[in-house]
C-alpha cells in the first residue's frame, strides 16, 4: 500500500496490518476502495458515539471495541475500528492506544515475533484483543490500590475523603461502561472470525473471555467496597458532626442560668441587690455581683452534673 499520513502498515507474507491513528474522510475513503470496505464503516469509523459491535460481511468482519486511555486522571472510552479480511486487518482509532502501539513495533521490528504473531489473521486479532484486555486488568489492579489507599483516609477524622471517593466512584462506572459490552463482543468475534483461520482459535478465545469475567468481577467487588466506604465516610461525617453540635448545645445549655439571671437585671426594674434599690453589701460593694455569679455557677454545675449522670457527656 501506498505511504499516508497517519497511515502505518506491516507485512508477513500475505497478511498486512494497517494502522491509522487520528483519521479522516479522505483516509478511510481510499482504504475503503482498496479494500471494498462498506462506506457505512467508514461513517461509523469518524463517529465518537458507536457503541461496540461486530457486523459480518461475505469477505470482512467489522469491530467496534472501547477501551480506557486516561485523561486528568479518569478513564475516557477511545474507539477502536477493526476490519479483518483474509488477508488483511486495519485498526482504526482516535489517539494512541498504548498496548496496541507496542504490539505494532514488535510486528515492525521483530522477525521472529511477526512470523508467530501474523500467521493469520485471526491470531494477529487475538493478540490485538489480549493485549488490550490484560491491559484493562492492569487498570483494576490500579483502581483496587486506590481504593485501599482511601480505606485509610475513610478511618482519619482529619482528612475529608468524599472527594477521592467521589473520583474512584467515577473511574469505576467509566470502566464499567467500556468492559461490560465486552463480554458479548468478544464471544460474537470468537464466532463469526473463525472462517478467517484454517486452524481452531476456540481455545484461545476462551482465554480472553475469562480474562473479561475477571475483570468484571474484579470491577464488581471494587464498585461494591467503594460504595461501602461512602456509607461508611458518611455515617463517620455524621457521627463527628454529631459529636461537635452536642457538644455546642451542652455549652449553651450551661449558659442559660447566667443569661437568664443576666436578664432579670438587665431590666428597668427594682431587684433585690440593683441600683435602684438598696445595694446587697455583705460581701462589699460587689456582693450583687458575686451572688449573680455564685447563682449562675450553682446552676450550671447542677446541669452538668444531670448531663454526666445520664451518661451524655462521655460514649457508653
Known amino acids: 500500500m501506498k505511504a499516508i499520513e497517519h497511515v502505518n502498515s506491516v507485512n508477513n507474507d500475505s497478511l498486512e496490518w494497517i494502522d491509522v491513528n487520528e483519521p479522516n474522510r479522505s483516509i478511510l475513503n481510499t482504504l475503503a476502495e482498496s479494500y471494498n470496505l462498506h462506506h457505512l464503516h467508514v461513517e461509523d469509523c469518524l463517529s465518537k458515539i458507536q457503541l461496540p459491535k ?21 478513564p475516557k472510552g477511545v474507539q477502536l475500528s477493526i476490519f479483518i479480511g483474509f488477508n488483511f486487518l486495519i485498526t482504526i ?18 522477525d521472529s515475533q511477526r512470523v508467530i504473531i501474523m500467521s493469520n489473521p485471526v491470531v494477529l486479532l487475538h493478540k490485538i484483543i489480549d493485549m488490550l484486555v490484560d491491559e484493562l486488568l492492569h487498570v483494576i489492579i490500579k483502581v483496587e490500590g486506590n481504593i485501599e489507599d482511601i480505606e485509610d483516609l475513610v478511618f482519619d477524622e482529619k ?24 463480554r458479548r463482543v468478544v464471544a460474537d468475534i470468537a ?24 475483570a468484571i468481577d474484579m470491577l464488581d467487588v471494587a464498585n461494591e467496597t467503594i460504595n461501602i466506604y461512602k456509607d461508611t465516610d458518611f455515617i463517620l461525617s455524621s457521627e463527628k458532626t454529631n459529636k461537635i453540635l452536642a457538644v455546642l448545645t ?14 432579670f437585671y438587665g ?16 460581701f462589699g460593694k460587689y456582693t450583687t455581683l458575686i451572688v449573680t455569679v455564685i447563682l449562675s455557677a450553682v446552676s450550671a454545675l447542677f446541669m452538668l452534673y444531670y448531663f454526666y449522670r445520664k451518661g451524655w457527656l462521655y460514649e457508653k
Not at 57 to 74: C, E, H, K
Not at 163 to 176: F, G, H, M, N, Q
Not at 201 to 209: E, F, G, Q, R
Not at 250 to 262: C, E, G, K, V, Y
Open 250 to 263: 451542652i455549652i449553651f445549655t450551661l449558659s442559660i442560668p447566667a443569661t437568664l439571671i443576666a436578664t
Open 54 to 74: 461486530v457486523e459480518k460481511y461475505a469477505d470482512t468482519l467489522f469491530v467496534i471495541l472501547q477501551f480506557p486511555v486516561y485523561n486528568n486522571g479518569i
Open 93 to 110: 482509532h482516535k489517539g494512541e492506544i498504548k498496548p496496541l502501539a507496542e504490539l505494532f513495533n514488535i510486528c515492525k521490528s521483530d
Open 191 to 214: 464466532r463469526e472470525s473463525q472462517r478467517f483461520s484454517s486452524s481452531d482459535m476456540s481455545p484461545y478465545w476462551n482465554d480472553i473471555k475469562d480474562h473479561v469475567e475477571k
Open 267 to 282: 431590666m428597668n426594674v427594682i431587684l433585690p441587690g440593683g441600683v435602684d434599690d438598696e445595694p446587697w453589701m455583705f
Open 159 to 182: 482528612i475529608s475523603a468524599i472527594r477521592s471517593i467521589t473520583y474512584v466512584r467515577r473511574e469505576i462506572l467509566a470502566l464499567r461502561r467500556i468492559i461490560l459490552p465486552l
